[in-house]
Structures are given as structure tokens and as C-alpha cells.
């Protein structure tokens, strides 16, 4: 990867087009940041190692640009109404148009159809960029001008539910993670009622998360749950490295993925939303279950492997795995107890 000049000048520009929009002070400015970052990954996704990056890359392309066409079109439309180049805005109408193409750019449900068919035509690597990094700009964008209303409750709702649903009959990993995300998308849109930091803590976590995740998978060259069992028996260190990171991506308690989770339950408590966040909390359990078939070979203590079970995998990635996994095992008892003591 980093000897690819080419490959590091377009993970320049895309980081840099995520940039000008976070900073951008107009629509405008946001719009062509959104632009150039998108014209940055789609080169990215393509290699010729995989024969589905073509079809995926088109896939990307036609629904971003649709997303970036319309919100330019309501930038403009608006524009000429009221003025709408600054981005605060307290016209609820105004926010649920302008938040309608970002929410499509960001895959959150109902606008997720084409988020799992891409994912599957992707690299493990290109699969991290799409689920992390392609999603700030959006969900800084809807962060400015969001007001929490009716409209974006049932976007909440609805990303929560169809991600936790989606996932339970895939076999797919990609898929999978796919789902998860936008399960995820959810929270954070829920987070960003709490306040302006809030969604970026709940984000900085996840993607920990998903990295931890995706490093393990790619160096195994793991695509489905079935090929979980290739592991190897003597990898027992990655298989537990891996059953508690996919523990705390789904929230479980013990984990640093809790931590988020908790800080909006009680937020959304405070406030008299049990029911919502009752759904939420249930649907999360769910996930849970899905995540679990992916573990199931951890369970496993006994059982058959075959004798060409021969593994080419990458060393280094046990020594990261295992920082990121232990940060995400033990970073909510240490936050508990710095709280506490100071």
C-alpha cells in the first residue's frame, strides 16, 4: 500500500476533501468537498485482483453523485428562497431537505439499499474506508443543521431496526459488517441529540472497533462465517482477540463499546424516551446474535481440522489486534476509575 504512490496521493485528497467540508463555513464549500472526496475513492475502489470493484465502483458512483446532484439542486432552490449559505438553519422544513441526500450519502436506512452491495464487491481495506472515514463529512454535515425531529427519530428508528434485522440471515462477513454499520448509524444519529461531541466519541470507538476487526479478517482472507473455522486451533490468541472486539462492537457491557451506548441510554432516559431507547437496546441484543455465529469458532475447543489447514498470515497484525482489542476490553473500567478517582 504505502509503496503505491498513486494509492497515497488519493488518500490524500480524500481525507482532505472530508476536511474542506468539516470546515467549510457554506453548503457550497461543503458540497465541493463532498465532490472531491468522492472522486478520490472511487479510484480507490478499483484494483484488478477482484473482478466485482468494477461493478461496485459504478454502484458508488451513480448513488453519490444522485445524492450530491440533489443536494446541490436544494443548496440552490433554497438559496434563492431564504439565505441558506450559512449552515445554521432553524427551519425544521429546511433541515429534513438538506439532511435527506447526506443521509443517503451516509447509508443510514432507508436509504441503506445500496450500502451491503458494495461492501461486497470491495476490499477488506477499501470495506474500512467506506464504513469509517466516507462517513464523516455527512455526519458532520447533518450534525450542524439537525433538529431533533419527528423525521429524524423515524430515520433513527428505522436504520436501528433494519440493521439488526438485515444481519441475522447473512453469511457474508462483509454483509454483515454492512449491517452492523448501519445499526451503528443509528446510535450516532441518536448521540448528536446529547450534543456536538457526543456522535464523534460513539464514532472514534467504532472505528477502532471495525479496524480491530478488519485486520483479522484480511490477514486471514476471511470472507464468510464458515471460514472461521480455518483459523486454526493453534491461533487461539486471534480467535479471542476477535470474540471480544465483535463483543464490544455489539455493546456488551464489560467492553469499551458499552461506554457510548451507556452515556446515550441514560441521556435518552433523563429525557423520558423509554420506548425508543427501549427499542434501540432491544435491537442491539439482536446483533449480538449475529456476531456470535461469527465467534462460534472460538467457542469451539474441540473440534476437526483438516491437515492442509495452512495458514499465510501476516504477523504484524497480532501485535496491533491485540492493542486495539485490549484497549476495547479494559477501556470502560478505566474510564470508570478515572472519573472516580479525579
Known amino acids: 500500500m504505502t509503496n503505491n504512490s498513486t494509492k497515497i496521493l488519493l ?33 480507490l475502489m478499483s484494483t484488478n485482483k477482484n473482478m466485482y470493484t468494477t461493478e461496485a465502483s459504478m454502484k458508488y458512483f451513480i448513488v453519490q453523485a444522485l445524492a450530491s446532484s440533489t443536494l446541490l439542486f436544494l443548496i440552490i432552490s433554497k438559496s434563492l428562497i431564504e439565505e441558506l449559505y450559512m449552515m445554521s438553519s432553524n ?79 447473512q453469511i ?29 466519541i460513539y464514532f472514534l470507538i467504532y472505528s477502532m472497533l471495525t479496524l480491530t476487526i478488519v485486520l483479522i479478517v484480511s490477514s486471514y482472507q476471511i470472507s464468510f462465517i464458515n471460514q472461521t473455522f480455518l483459523m486454526g486451533n493453534n491461533m487461539s490468541t486471534v480467535k479471542f482477540l476477535m470474540f471480544t472486539t465483535l463483543l464490544s462492537l455489539g455493546g ?36 449480538l ?11 469451539m475447543i474441540l473440534y476437526i481440522e483438516t491437515k492442509w489447514n495452512i495458514q499465510f498470515h501476516s504477523n504484524k497484525i497480532i501485535p496491533i489486534g491485540m492493542i486495539l482489542s485490549s484497549i476495547s476490553m479494559f477501556g470502560l473500567i478505566l474510564s470508570t476509575m478515572v472519573i472516580n478517582i479525579f
Open 91 to 169: 427551519n425544521y422544513l429546511t433541515a429534513i431537505i438538506i439532511n435527506t441526500p447526506l443521509l443517503l450519502k451516509g447509508g443510514a436506512a432507508p436509504f441503506h439499499w445500496w450500502f451491503p452491495s458494495i461492501m461486497e464487491g470491495l476490499s477488506w481495506f477499501n470495506c474500512f474506508i467506506l464504513m469509517t472515514i466516507q462517513k464523516i463529512a455527512p455526519l458532520m454535515l447533518i450534525s450542524y443543521s439537525m433538529n431533533m425531529s419527528m423525521f429524524m427519530w423515524i430515520i433513527i428508528l428505522m436504520s436501528v431496526i433494519i440493521g439488526s434485522i438485515g444481519g441475522l440471515n
Open 252 to 287: 456488551l457491557p464489560p467492553f469499551m463499546g458499552f461506554l457510548p451506548k451507556w452515556i446515550i441510554i441514560q441521556h435518552m432516559i433523563i429525557n423520558n424516551m423509554n420506548f425508543i431507547i427501549s427499542l434501540m437496546v432491544i435491537m442491539s441484543l439482536m446483533t
Open 172 to 200: 457474508s462477513i462483509r454483509k454483515i459488517l454492512t449491517y452492523s454499520s448501519i445499526n451503528h448509524m443509528g446510535w450516532m444519529l441518536a448521540a448528536m441529540s446529547i450534543g456536538e461531541n457526543m456522535w464523534i
Open 289 to 299: 446474535y449475529y456476531y456470535l455465529r461469527i465467534c462460534y469458532a472460538s467457542f
Open 11 to 43: 488518500l490524500t485528497t480524500l481525507v482532505s476533501g472530508v476536511l474542506i467540508s468539516v470546515s467549510s463555513n457554506s453548503w457550497l464549500g461543503a458540497w465541493i468537498g463532498l465532490e472531491i472526496n468522492l472522486l478520490s475513492f472511487i479510484p
